[in-house]
């Protein structure tokens, strides 16, 4: 009986045990940091509304949107896109469990500027679209019905940053909105959008290394309060480092600062993109009392120390060490900037995939997705607030850039991935080309060294354990002004042999700019070329966007940032194929150098940087995947030969077709080139290569790709031409294959007998958008002043297809085309088309037919009986000029 007793006594207690812990347990959840995101159930408008407001607004016409959401995917139509106000709405329900606590929201970013309306009161607003805000809204929501929420966005504002620049400003709420509850007692979330906790690595070595943690703590009660705070510091592997504990008392609406550092911690793992290592920071704050987790916060940081010499380059953890870079932009066709966590990601992962282990985060703070993979994967980080070509005399702009500022660095303070902070990019750019007088000049500079030497404090203010930087374009006036010697590091913008000069001026310039600033480090912070998968070139030269061109141009730079000492690294511009709307050139409102698409499959000349990056694995890669369809003029049953490249790390490579080998080659920088035979309509190329790592381990890495190929037979006179479309790129030396048909556009060539081409003219380019087709480079590229053209052909009947638009107008040129611009004059062209001694066009003119760049197609059925299609252009006023030509039997 007694024992029986015993076990309804433990039965009992055990309940009550359990009981009091499930209480217990949920106090302290209840009690803890709740936060979700709200991007469902928006409504949205495009335009002024500002009764929109009102909480009884009835927007049940408005759009239906979920975040991230842009309005801007016109402007990768349209150069004027829109630049104005736009309008979200949602209802926010509070639960009851938030009636104790305090609730704020969070905008990760909305552009340009944000004003905030709860159930018809103004909240707060924000201005800048690359940073986050956080604000209070517990006094203005109601816990017993839904709360009217209103976010009014401009893209529009002059007061802030960016006015200019070579990429578009999308407007629009793009990233995450949160909405968070903590307790009365919690961490200063409303810190410049930051949560309130900054951590850093005082004392580094590889012996020891000591971690630093501060913030504040605000206490919104209307009570003191009696707390306890603790940090836990977790090794790499989840085991505890150490933990830091301290009593802090706080009165009823104080804010209280904390400092603690950690003792030394014995052999630290040291964080590089190779072995990127974090260490784990979680910051408690109880209830001194009753232990209640009233706030919670983790963050990562890394053991690592750097530094930057004018004469050794750049060092990481007391090593040399080469900034291997990329420049990024945010966004992707067709959805603008409003890209998701996994595709911020993605980005890092591809960009590790290649073997980078640095980002320039241009030209504007990014997603914390970004930056979380780059502490976790290992890249090294450039971020910097979107000061560019111009600092205007706006009121309000320099407190606005001072924001921004201070907001960049505290909220992404506690990445070890960022080495330096940036502030101005080309910040004469704009300048020196809008203002000659040396009287419109000064007072820009004035100003411009004024906003610099600010900023420069208060980022040091800040922060004091990076460096600062700003990206200069290649003029040496930054260094005559002043600018050059107000930041721990330069980086240079340098783009000879596209926008001007040729490749080798690249070098010469560095070589300059150390002979004069030994003790200034430099980064080459910007260098690359347009290119276009349509276009191809077996004379590439620049500003014709030609694959091979940018090839030739990225192989000349990259050897030289990684063989000069002095340099401490470059960043390639840019990653992605990005929206610039100001553009037109070969993909109109599109920044075309990327090293992927705007999708993010990889072009060619991706391979070649992962090949001189990845030293731990073999790559082997042939650089045709951007040239599938190709095509070339046939001597007689003679195959045709063109290039086929391979981009490898590998030392030796041996090339196939359909099979047979066509031997091995040596590789040079990280490529190799073979004269590939054409002659049918489609080959398979293969590529193999011995991976040798010991003599006893000997593997072989291989590579196949199907290319398909049209021959053009050069003697056009006594062939089957039934099939044949003949196609011609006037007045090009690129190959151009639509995207929309696989057409492909043979490069110009001069009239030879039995053969085809044009007689007279000259080759003149521009880089202005045509309208009315998507075929856009074929009608960039003319033969000016052009005599006639010819075809030898058999007798018959043929279709001939001109390709006309007229580019003899001024039209604005964007700045950023910089040297490479055409000489435009104003005439009206006119002359009749002649073929065969029939006039079939009298005083043609294009622009009178479709208005000055807009293409124009125009097609004949022509009967041959001399054996020769003969087309003259006989001058009635201006010029003559011919865009494109297409030859096709019928009969």
Known sequence: MKKKENTSRQTAFHRIATTALSLLFLTTVQAQRESKTINDSWKFLQGECPTAIDSAFNDANWTSVHLPHTWNTDAYTEKDYYRGTGWYRRQISIPQSWKEKQIFLKLDAASKAATIYINGKKVGEHTGGYTACTLDITPFCSLNTPNSLAVCVDNSRQDIPPISGDFTFFGGIYRDVWLTAVSKQHFHLTNYGSEGIFISTPKVSEEKGTILIRGDIKNDATQKALLELEHIIYHPNGSIAQSLKQSIQIKAGEQYSFRSETSPILSPQLWTPETPHLYRVESILRDKKTKTVLDQSNHYTGFRWFSFDGERGFSLNGKPYKLRGICRHQDQKPI?????????????????????????????????????????????????????????????????????????????????????????????????????????????????????????????????????????????????????????????????????????????????????????????????????????????????????????????????????????????????????????????????????????????????????????????????????????????????????????NLPEVELFIDGKSLGKQKTKNFAVTFEVPFCQKEHFIAAKAENRKAVQDISFVEDGIRLNFTPIPANLNGTNLRDLELAINVGSYCFYTSDESNLTWLPDQPYTENGWGYIGGESKSSQIQIKNTNDGPLFQTLRNGIEGYRFDVPNGVYEIEFLFTDIFRENAITVYQLGRNSDVENRENRFDIIINDQTIEESFSSCRESDYFHALRKRYNITNFRNKIEIRFSVRNGKSFLNGIKLRKLY
């Open 336 to 648: 603008g900037v409003a890209l998701t966590d996994e595709m911020h990601r993605r980005d890092i992962k591809l960009m590790k995939e290649m073997g980078a282990n640095f980002i320039r985060i241009s030209h504007y703070p990014q997603d914390d997705a970004l930056l979380e993979m780059c502490d976790k994967l290992g890249m090294l980080a450039w971020e910097e607030i979107p000061i560019i070509d111009i600092v205007p005399d706006t009121p309000g702009y320099t407190e606005n850039c001072e924001r921004n500022l201070r907001e960049m660095i505290r909220q992404h303070y506690n990445h070890p991935s960022i080495i330096t902070w940036g502030y101005m990019n080309e910040i004469l750019l704009v300048t020196q080309r809008l203002y000659k007088k040396e009287e419109e000049l000064k007072p820009i500079l004035e100003r411009t060294l004024a906003l610099a030497n600010r900023l420069e404090v208060v980022l040091k203010e800040e922060d004091t354990t990076r460096v600062s930087t700003m990206a200069f374009h290649g003029s040496n006036s930054y260094n005559e002004v002043g600018l050059g010697s107000i930041t721990d590091i330069v980086g240079w913008n340098l783009y000879q042999g596209w926008y001007g000069g040729n490749l080798t001026g690249f070098e010469q310039y560095l070589e300059e700019q150390h002979k004069k600033y030994p003790s200034h480090p430099m980064i080459v912070s910007e260098y690359g070329a347009g290119s276009d998968k349509r276009l191809h070139s077996l004379q590439p030269h620049a500003f014709d966007f030609s694959i091979e061109y940018q090839q030739k141009y990225l192989e000349h730079y990259l050897p030289v940032l990684e063989e000069t000492s002095y340099i401490c690294g470059g960043t390639h511009w840019n990653f992605i194929d990005f929206s610039s709307a100001l553009r037109d050139e070969s993909m109109p409102r599109i920044n075309n150098k990327g090293l992927v698409y705007s999708n993010r499959t990889p072009k060619d000349i991706y391979y070649y940087y992962k090949a001189a990056w990845r030293q731990d694995i073999p790559v082997l890669h042939i650089a045709s995947r951007d040239w599938t369809h190709r095509s070339g003029i046939q001597h007689g049953k003679e195959p045709v030969i063109l290039p086929v490249k391979i981009y490898t």
